[in-house]
């Protein structure tokens, strides 16, 4: 493995490991824009950067169960309509420090940063896969059934030396709505190194490690996608499941993300005057799902208010009407008077009105994936 060609990265991101490059900003960062800025944005790698800078030569290929396979240059992919999503990437991982406290978990320690909301442009995997002869909205189950394999160039140990890759049922893939981008922009701008340049995935709703990186082909197979990180990682067990007894096999591999709400302006720990205290957060959920309500609390759990609740200010990239935000997170904010010592809770509710888990005891896994129990800050009031 090479890490000598590591792009320059911003110096207040916090690095939870150089090799693989893997940070997430400070939580305060998250709520200063509705669109999470590109260097701030957390880096999620399993590998070296690959260098990919011949344009000209860069192509993906389309191939397995297809007619006639493909090959498409980035000035193929680039002719196709673009299409621009405002969708939230968010790492299975995220929150997972809190979880290892309860009892110790495998992976990443990430704090509440591994997400970030952006607005992504490239064609629609659905119209690139009609270039092959697949017709949108194939009627297949999404239980079994054909899935859309994406394969990366990145060299991943977990995959002996191999590529990064993963799938998503071809139902997804073909179904236009789902939005399902080959996107090769970020924020408005050409994809830079870490996010995947020239070429990668988004698969809006679902968690970050299927959408694939530095895509280099798109194949079409009869199952999901046999590589480590869909049947050896990213599932969802049971707490009673530890490593003597896991039987990966069991379980699929996971895809939407559940809801989610974080208090980005206060730390885990913090010293207060007596007097107004104002939270601001993230929240957001998978599958489309959009966020109801952000229900706060100033006393531990014991009474909540309603927090309010904002989307788009400040987008300067696309126009309102074209932007839509089902994949997107909401901020909220939320204010109260605060007088003595007390634990300040959020907990989101979906529109198909999923809640969070009240601790993160009930969902602890081994692998310390989707940490979506309530989030709390401590506040210690000094008079
Ligand atoms: N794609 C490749 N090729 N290699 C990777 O290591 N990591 C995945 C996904 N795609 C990964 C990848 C994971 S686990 C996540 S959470 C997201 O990319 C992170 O995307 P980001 O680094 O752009 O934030
Ligand atoms: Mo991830």
């Keep these: ?122 064609p629609k995997l659905a119209d690139v896969l009609e270039l092959v002869g697949i017709s949108k909205l194939t009627s297949v189950s999404p239980l079994g059934g054909k899935h859309v394999e994406f394969v990366s160039v990145d060299m991943c140990k977990e995959e002996k030396g191999g590529p990064y890759k993963g799938s998503i049922p071809l139902i997804q893939a073909t179904n236009s709505d789902a939005e399902v981008l080959l996107a090769y ?19 809006p709703g679902v968690i970050g490690a299927r959408s694939v990186k530095w895509l280099s082909s798109i194949n079409i197979i009869e199952n999901e996608c046999q590589g480590f990180f869909m049947q050896r990682d990213y599932k969802m067990f049971p707490p009673t499941v530890n490593w003597e007894n896991i039987d990966w096999s069991t379980r699929r591999p996971q895809m939407d993300f559940p809801v989610q709400s974080v208090i980005c302006s206060l730390e885990e720990e913090n010293t207060v005057k007596p007097g107004k205290i104002v939270v601001h957060g993230y929240a957001a959920s998978g599958g489309g799902r959009g966020i109801e309500r952000v229900d706060v609390s100033f006393d531990g759990g014991k009474t909540w208010v309603e927090a309010i609740r904002y989307q788009k200010s400040g987008i300067p990239y696309v126009a309102d009407d074209i932007s839509s935000d089902k994949w997107a997170w909401v901020l909220f904010k939320a204010e109260a008077d605060v007088s003595h010592t007390t634990e300040i809770v959020a907990k989101a509710v979906d529109i198909s009105a999923n809640v969070q888990p009240e601790n993160v005891e009930v969902i602890w896994n081994l692998r310390g994936i989707l940490n979506t129990s309530w989030h709390r800050v401590h506040i210690h009031v000094q008079h």
Aim: glycine residues 8%.
């Design 185 to 203: 922009e970020m924020n408005g701008e050409p994809l830079n190194r870490d996010h995947g340049y020239p070429l990668r995935v988004i698969v």
């Design 1 to 122: 493995s090479n890490y000598t060609e590591e792009p320059p990265r911003h110096p207040s991101l916090i690095v939870n490991s150089q090799e693989p490059f893997n940070a997430e900003p400070p939580r305060s960062a998250l709520i200063a824009s509705y669109v999470t800025p590109v260097d701030l944005f957390y880096k999620r790698n399993h590998g070296p950067i690959p260098v990919l800078d011949d344009i000209e030569r860069y192509r993906v290929s389309i191939c397995g169960l297809v007619e006639k396979p493909l090959e498409l240059s980035m000035a193929d992919i680039r002719k196709l309509p673009k299409h621009i999503v405002t969708a939230t990437l968010q790492c299975a991982g995220n929150r997972r420090t809190a979880m290892s406290k309860v009892k110790a978990v495998k992976g990443v320690g990430w704090d509440v940063s591994a997400i970030g909301n952006a607005i992504w442009g490239g």
